[in-house]
């Protein structure tokens, strides 16, 4: 008898497990609002920096989400400019009325609400200006500017890898975290 409710309980116990993982992510002690946006430091300087700079970056996606999924930007630096241009797609941003495709100046290794970026594709130096050139050609191209679902896309992955599709040169493979990359195939 006793051995049955050792055995039921060890049954559910990766249940609980979840669901505490979950209640602990999703507490009320993080909030999207205040989680942090800043540089994380791994982007070149612009003021000191000469060569042109092209980073793809990746970071853990919100809350429970972050466990399956990342959300992915590239950032871009042309030789001998003093900032970057980000590129990336939001889907709140839709939500207000804007297109969730989003081409401005900004920081580039800002931390995605709380998540620290990682590169996952870098370029640097000769040959950086025309990469940029064919992103910025590709960008403006892209199909789904004012169109945003979380699964299975178009989304900020999928984004990503129209963007690696229209410019081979970028010799980018997203990870299997790139929720919504598989979209454009």
Not at 1 to 14: E, N
Not at 158 to 169: D, G, H, L, N, Y
């Amino acid at each position: 008898m006793v051995k049955r409710k050792v055995i039921k309980i060890l049954r559910l116990l990766p249940v609980f497990v979840l669901m505490g993982l979950v209640l602990f992510n999703c507490s009320s002690g993080k909030d999207w609002r205040t989680a942090s946006r800043a540089s994380a430091g791994i982007a070149p300087d612009p003021a000191v920096t000469e060569e042109a700079v092209l980073h793809v970056y990746g970071a853990r996606a919100w809350g429970w989400r972050g466990w399956l999924a990342i959300h992915t930007w590239i950032a871009a630096k042309r030789t001998g400019e003093a900032h970057y241009t980000v590129y990336d797609v939001v889907g709140w941003r839709g939500k207000r009325g804007a297109p969730v495709l989003r081409i401005a100046k900004d920081v580039p290794d800002r931390y995605w609400f709380g998540e620290e970026p990682k590169i996952l594709k870098e370029h640097k130096g000769l040959g950086v200006d025309e990469l940029i050139d064919e992103i910025d050609k590709a960008a403006n191209a892209y199909p789904w500017k004012t169109t945003y679902t979380v699964f299975p896309g178009p989304n900020s992955n999928t984004f990503i890898a129209w963007i690696a599709k229209q410019v081979p040169e970028l010799e980018l493979d997203l990870p299997f975290a790139a929720i919504g990359s598989g979209y454009v195939n």
